[in-house]
């Protein structure tokens, strides 16, 4: 005889993620503004392609294609890249149309991290 134990864990992401490349800017309290790449949308957050560091937690503007700006919190931080999730979550039609025109087919596809010299 034998017992088991089936955990099911849920996703905490509230919106289905799309890859895609969007040029973006952030500005984050005192630091200057810097370019990014949204590398990953939904209406309730995104992943970014950073070019400078942001703190875990920072609260930031993100500025997406259109001029929409969306402020976030930054959920985490890895190697040059940041998870944010929105205050207020983006328009759904806004999500499609961006997917549309920056979307990837392949997670091959993304453009590669950039290189940092030592």
Do not use: Q
Request: charged content about 30%; overall charge negative; glycine content about 6%.
């Amino acid at each position: 005889m034998f017992s088991a134990e089936l955990r099911v864990e849920s996703d905490p992401r509230v919106a289905r993620r799309i890859a895609l490349s969007v040029p973006g800017r952030i500005e984050s309290g005192d630091s200057p503004r810097c370019v990014c790449r949204v590398t990953n949308l939904s209406k309730s957050g995104a992943r970014l392609m950073l070019f400078s560091d942001i703190d875990l937690g920072a609260t930031v503007e993100l500025t997406l294609p259109g001029s929409i700006t969306r402020r976030a919190r930054v959920a985490w931080v890895g190697d040059f890249e940041a998870g944010c999730a929105f205050e207020e979550a983006l328009d759904e039609t806004f999500v499609e149309e961006l997917a549309r025109v920056y979307h990837f087919d392949d997670e091959d596809d993304r453009p590669p991290l950039p290189r940092v010299k030592h």
